[in-house]
């Protein structure tokens, strides 16, 4: 009975769930991988002109109904701290900090998400949801305590602290926009303004991409279609469903994820500290999703 009543986006919402998850933790390795090649900021107008094309086809093929005025200032806000300055954080951190440590970094996200919906809008989080993020967060501190040297707030971790605020400030931001558009067209009106912004950087990036290796290429279209368009077009779907409090608690499955992409892609592996924060986050999960019975909405 209660099947019937769920709507797509509910019934695909583990799918896009595990999409979002693991083409974002690709990101995390294959900057650092591209980073070998680009410099940072322009690889990331590089890869975001290549989602922002992406964004503009889909626009072009569908033809969606397009924000109005009164919401082009939040649009616009949600491009540059959600897209331009995010990654020229994430990307400028990720020189000095490891990806599966910048994970975790910006796995306090949710927090700082969870925080800003409480203060700002009119959701609500649970007891369980409120100790389900303590005990995240407590089991990321026990992750990066493990890392060689402990944590030091050098201006690696620092940037990607901003990242992690950035990427928490947009996913609020963007809310009422879901309700009103759909995910799909503020996920690409949001792309072709971050693209804008990072535009700048476009040109040098291009003459050093024309001269990379093959493996410069393939990051690049890697970026650009996965983590970028793809992972940012399924987790809007999610927030869409869940709201900014709830589904921001699984961005806590990205450490994991990325650290399993890092040992396939750098030969990496989490020592001891890792896995068993690993386990902290997955019950901090849990615990946090936890709710009482399910109501019928309309």
Known sequence: MERALKSPEQR???LYILVSIVSWASAYPVVRLAMRDIPPIPLASLRYMLAATLGLLWLAWKRPALPSLR???RLVLSGILGITLY??????GEQSVSSGVTSLIIASAPI???LMAVAFTKETLSLFGWLGSLLGFGG???IVSGQKGGFSIDSGAVLEVLAAFCTASYVVLQRPLLHRYGGLTVTACVLIIGAVFLSPWLGEGSKILLNAPP?????VIELGVLPAAIGYASWSYVIHALGVAKGTIFLYFLPPMTFLLAFFLEGSWPDLYTILGGAIVMIGVAL???KKRPSLKA
């Open 12 to 14: 695909f919402l583990p």
């Open 71 to 73: 919401d082009c200032p």
């Open 87 to 92: 990654n020229i954080f994430f990307n400028l």
């Open 112 to 114: 700082m998400a969870g």
């Open 140 to 142: 990321i501190a026990l």
């Open 215 to 219: 493996r410069a290429w393939l990051c």
């Open 288 to 290: 946090a999703h936890k």
